[in-house]
C-alpha cells in the first residue's frame, strides 16, 4: 500500500514516515505543505495519506480543505486527518463532508502503532475512523445517560467500537466473541436507541456520532 | 454717522415744512395739492402720502442707528428719508438749490438708486461682494453724470414753476434734453434689471437662516425700484422719446393707458408710497426680532437652570440665536485641542464664508467656540449676550466633554489591552503548538519505534521504553489541555458555532445548542463569547448542580447576542468569582454588556452577554 503523508515540521513528518515504512507500507510521498500533497496526489495517487490539520499558510484549518479536496477529486484515495486537538464537531462535519474512506485521530495516536496501521489500512479501503477520545467523550455525557443506562456493559463497549468506525470482525476480535454475538448485540442497541442506520460501516458511525452528539 | 443722520432729519424736518408752505400758499404751481392749507379741498392725503415714507425712512433710520452706532444701514436710511423730500428745494425760486432738489428727484429718483445700496448692503452695511460693488459704481455714474447732465439741462423746475429756474441752462436745447431724460430713464431701468439678477442670485446661494430674515426687507426693496420703474414710464410717455427708444417705450404707455382703468391710474401714487413704507417698517421689524432676541437671552438663562433640564445645551443655544445650523464644540484642557459635545475630537474651526465661528473664553483659557450662520455676526451683542448667559452651562458641557473623551480613550485602551492579551494567547499556543507538542509527539514516535526495534532483543527494554511511553501521553494530553485553555485551536480552525459546540461537549451537563450566525466574526469577538461560554457552563456544573443548560447565540445584526440559561439552584456572583469579574471587564472592554440575573424558570441562572461585532 502506498502512504503519502503531509506535515510542516520536519521532526514529526520524518520520524512518522520511518513508522509508516517499519509497519510495511510503502512511503509514496513525505512533503511539508497543501500544493506539494495535491500536486503528489494528482500525479500518482496513493492509497492513503495522512494530512496535518494545521498547515501554511495559514495555519487553521488547510488539511480539513485539502482533505475534502482530495475525497471530492480521487475519491480511491482515502485521508487520515490528524490534530493535536480532537472535536466532536470537526469528526462529525468529515464524515458528513466526505462520507467513508477518512479518518480523524489525536496526533500522538499515532505512536500507537497497532493504532496507525488500522487506520491506514481502514481508510485506504474505504473504511471510517474516528478518534476513541471522541467516542469516549460523547459517551460520558449525562445527557444521553438516560437512554444510554439500558445498555448493558458490553452494549456500550461495542457502540464505542462501532462509533470509532470498526467493523464487525473487528469488534468481534478486539472483545473475544463471535461473530454472531456481535450482530445481535448491535441489533439491541440499534433498537434501545431506535436507530435505523443501515448497513455500511460510516453510515452507521455518522448515526451513531450524530445520536451521542445530538441535541 | 451721527452727523449723517442728524442733517437727515434737519433736512427732512426742513423739507417737510417747505413743501407744507408751499401747499398752504395760493399758487401758480401745478402741483397736486392745488390748494394750501385751510381753504377748501387742501389735499391732506396726498401731502401725508408723499411725505410718510421719507419720515419713515428718517425715523427707522435714527432707531437703527442708535441701537447699532457702528452699521451704516441706520444713516444709509436716514439719507434715503432726505432723499424723499429733497425736491422741496426747489420751490425756494434758489437756482442752485432749484437744480439740486432738480437732479435728486425728478424722474427716476436717485432714492432709487440710493434703496438699492441699501437692499444690497443689508444687513451688515458692508458691500462684500464685488458684483455690487459694480452696481453701485454704475449707479453713482448714472446719478453724477447722466442726471446730473440732465438736470443742467432742464430749464423749468417742479410743477413748471417759472419762478423756480434751475442754477445753470448752459446746454438748453429741448431735443438735448430730451435725449438725456431719454438717457438717464433707460440707464436706470437697466440699473433695476440687474440690481435684480443681483437679489435673486443672492437669495439663491442664501441658507435658510439668512433668507427668513431678509426676505421681507428684499421684497420690499425689490417692489419698490419695480413700481419707480412703472410710473418713471408713465410719466414719460407724455414727453417725446426719440428714434427707436421710443417705440417701445411709447407703445408700453399708450397700451397701459388704453387699457388700465383710471382707478387703477390714480391708484399708483398710493402703491409707491405704500411700498416705500414698507422698507423702513421691516427693518423697524428686523430691529424688533433682534429685540426678541434679547428676550431668548432671559429665556435661555431660566432654561439652562432648569435642574431636570432634557433639551441638549446646542438645542437651546440654536433656539435662543435662532441659527438651526449652529455647532458648539467644546475645548478639552488635557488634550488641548477641540471636542463635539459627545467627545469627539475635531480640528479647531476656522471662519469660511458661510460659516462664522465665535471663539469664547473663560477667565482660565479658551472654552468652546460656536460654528454659526455668518449673518449672526450682525447679531454681536445677541451671540455675546446668549455667550454669557450660557458660560457656566458650556464650562459644564466642557468637563463633559473632556470626561467623555477621556471614557473613549480609556474604553479604547482596554480594549488594545483585551486585544494585545489575546494575541498574546493566540501566540503562546501556536508556540506550545508548533514547539513543545510537536516534539512531544514526535518524541513518541521515536519511542514506538525504539519499542519496536528492542521487541526481539529485550524484554525488559520494552517495558521500561513502554513506561516512559505512557507518562510521556500523559504529558502530551497535560500540555494539549493547558494549550486549549490558552487559546482554543477550534476557534481559528472551524469557527465560533463548532468552538462551542464544542464545548457543549466536553460540558458534563447537557447543553442544548442553538446558534444563529453568519460566517465569521471578529476574532477578539469570537475569543471574547468562548471564554464567556466556556466560564458559564463551568459554573453551572460545579456551582449550580444544574441539569441541563440552554446556549444561543445570535450575531446577525452587527451584535453577538449570547444566552446561557441553567436550571441549577443560581448564586452566581460577579463580585465574588474572579472568573465573571474578569469576563464582565473583557466584555465591557469591546463595548459591550453582561449581566447575570435569576432565569425565569425555577431558580436557575442566567448568563447575558452582548458584544458589539463592528
Not at chain 2, 443722520?5 to 395739492?33: H, Q
Request: overall charge neutral; proline content about 5%.
Amino acid at each position: 500500500m502506498r502512504v503519502g503523508i503531509v506535515d510542516d515540521a520536519v521532526l514529526f513528518r520524518e520520524g512518522l514516515a520511518r513508522l509508516v515504512a517499519e509497519l510495511g507500507f510503502e512511503v509514496a510521498f513525505s512533503v511539508g505543505t497543501v500544493e506539494e500533497l495535491l500536486a503528489a496526489v494528482e500525479t500518482h495517487p496513493p492509497d492513503a495519506v495522512i494530512v496535518d490539520v494545521r498547515l501554511p499558510p495559514s495555519f487553521t484549518n488547510e488539511g480539513i480543505v485539502a482533505a475534502r479536496r482530495i475525497r471530492s477529486e480521487q475519491p480511491q484515495v482515502g485521508v487520515l486527518v490528524l490534530s493535536q486537538y480532537v472535536e466532536g464537531s470537526q469528526a462529525a462535519r468529515l464524515l458528513a463532508e466526505n462520507g467513508r474512506g477518512v479518518g480523524y485521530l489525536l496526533k500522538d495516536r499515532v505512536a500507537d502503532l497497532d493504532t496507525l496501521s488500522d487506520a491506514i489500512s481502514r481508510i485506504a479501503t474505504g473504511g471510517t475512523v474516528i478518534d476513541p477520545e471522541v467516542v469516549s467523550r460523547l459517551l460520558s455525557r449525562r445527557g444521553k445517560r438516560d437512554t444510554l443506562d439500558e445498555l448493558t456493559p458490553r452494549e456500550r463497549e461495542v457502540l464505542s467500537l462501532m462509533a470509532e468506525g470498526q467493523s464487525n470482525t473487528a469488534i468481534g476480535e478486539r472483545l473475544h466473541i463471535g461473530h454472531k454475538t456481535v450482530e445481535t448485540h448491535i441489533s439491541m442497541i440499534f433498537s434501545k436507541l431506535e436507530l435505523f442506520p443501515g448497513d455500511e460501516v460510516d453510515r452507521r458511525v455518522h448515526a451513531v456520532l450524530t445520536y451521542l452528539r445530538g441535541n | 454717522m451721527g452727523y449723517v443722520v442728524g442733517a437727515s432729519v434737519v433736512v427732512l424736518v426742513w423739507m417737510t415744512g417747505l413743501i407744507f408752505s408751499f401747499s398752504i400758499e395760493p399758487v401758480e404751481y401745478s402741483n397736486g395739492y392745488s390748494s394750501g392749507l385751510g381753504q377748501p379741498g387742501f389735499d391732506w392725503l396726498g401731502f401725508v402720502r408723499d411725505i410718510a415714507p421719507a419720515w419713515a425712512f428718517g425715523i427707522a433710520g435714527t432707531i437703527a442707528w442708535r441701537r447699532r452706532p457702528t452699521n451704516r444701514i441706520g444713516p444709509l436710511m436716514a439719507i434715503i428719508g432726505a432723499s424723499l423730500v429733497i425736491w422741496g428745494l426747489q420751490g425756494l425760486s434758489i437756482p442752485p438749490l432749484v437744480s439740486l432738489g432738480l437732479w435728486m428727484s425728478q424722474g427716476p429718483q436717485a432714492s432709487g438708486f440710493l434703496l438699492g445700496v441699501l437692499v444690497l448692503a443689508y444687513p451688515s452695511g458692508r458691500i462684500v461682494s464685488r458684483l455690487d460693488r459694480a452696481w453701485i459704481a454704475l449707479g453713482l455714474g448714472w446719478l453724477m453724470i447722466v442726471q446730473f447732465a440732465w438736470a443742467l439741462a432742464t430749464p423749468v423746475g417742479l410743477w413748471g414753476c417759472i419762478d423756480c429756474r434751475p442754477m445753470i441752462v448752459v446746454w438748453y436745447h429741448e431735443g438735448i434734453r430730451l435725449a438725456l431724460q431719454n438717457l438717464s430713464v433707460l440707464s436706470f431701468l437697466a440699473l433695476a434689471v440687474v440690481l435684480f439678477a443681483l437679489l435673486i442670485r443672492r437669495w439663491l446661494s442664501a441658507n435658510a437662516t439668512a433668507r427668513r430674515v431678509l426676505a421681507p426687507v428684499w421684497l420690499a426693496g425689490a417692489l419698490v425700484p419695480a413700481v419707480a420703474v412703472t410710473r418713471a414710464i408713465i410719466d414719460t410717455t407724455s414727453e417725446r422719446f426719440m428714434g427707436v427708444v421710443r417705440v417701445p417705450i411709447d407703445f408700453m404707455g399708450v397700451f397701459l393707458r388704453g387699457r388700465v382703468p383710471l382707478a387703477v391710474w390714480d391708484a399708483l401714487p398710493w402703491v409707491v408710497a405704500a411700498s416705500l413704507l414698507l422698507v423702513p417698517i421691516a427693518l423697524l421689524w428686523g430691529l424688533l426680532r433682534a429685540r426678541l432676541g434679547q428676550a431668548a437671552v432671559s429665556i435661555l438663562a431660566i432654561e439652562l437652570r432648569q435642574p431636570g433640564r432634557t433639551t441638549s445645551l446646542t438645542e437651546s443655544l440654536r433656539r435662543a440665536l435662532r441659527d438651526s445650523s449652529l455647532e458648539v464644540l467644546l475645548w478639552s484642557r488635557p488634550a488641548a485641542e477641540y471636542l463635539t459635545t459627545d467627545g469627539t475630537p475635531v480640528p479647531t474651526p476656522v471662519a469660511t464664508p458661510k460659516r462664522a465661528v465665535t471663539r469664547l473664553d473663560s477667565d482660565d483659557g479658551p472654552l468652546a467656540a460656536l460654528v454659526h450662520d455668518p449673518f449672526l455676526e450682525e447679531q454681536r451683542s445677541l451671540v455675546d449676550g446668549v455667550s454669557a448667559v450660557a458660560q457656566f452651562a458650556l464650562e459644564n458641557e466642557r468637563l463633559h466633554a473632556e470626561v467623555k473623551a477621556q471614557l473613549e480613550e480609556v474604553r479604547a485602551s482596554r480594549e488594545r489591552i483585551v486585544r494585545a492579551g489575546d494575541e498574546e494567547r493566540r501566540r503562546v499556543e501556536r508556540n506550545i503548538h508548533d514547539g513543545a507538542q510537536q516534539r512531544l509527539v514526535s518524541l513518541s514516535l521515536a519511542l514506538s519505534m525504539a519499542q519496536a526495534k528492542a521487541a526481539k532483543a529485550s524484554p525488559e527494554v520494552v517495558e521500561t521504553l513502554a513506561a516512559a511511553e505512557v507518562e510521556l501521553k500523559e504529558a502530551i494530553g497535560e500540555l494539549r489541555e493547558l494549550a486549549r485553555g490558552i487559546h482554543p485551536a477550534i476557534l481559528t480552525e472551524a469557527g465560533l458555532r463548532a468552538a462551542l459546540e464544542s464545548l457543549a461537549e466536553r460540558s458534563p451537563v447537557p447543553v442544548t445548542v442553538h446558534t444563529n450566525l453568519d460566517g465569521p466574526l471578529p476574532p477578539l469577538v469570537e475569543a471574547t463569547a468562548y471564554f464567556v461560554v466556556a466560564e458559564a457552563l463551568t459554573n453551572a456544573a460545579r456551582h449550580a448542580s444544574a441539569s441541563t443548560v440552554s446556549l444561543t447565540a445570535d450575531g446577525t445584526d452587527g451584535w453577538l447576542r449570547l444566552m446561557v440559561d441553567d436550571d441549577g439552584h443560581g448564586g452566581a456572583d460577579p463580585a465574588r468569582g474572579s472568573g465573571l469579574r474578569g469576563l464582565l471587564d473583557r466584555v465591557a472592554a469591546l463595548g459591550g454588556r453582561l449581566s447575570i440575573e435569576p432565569s425565569g424558570t425555577g431558580g436557575g441562572t442566567r448568563l447575558h452577554a452582548e458584544i458589539p461585532c463592528a
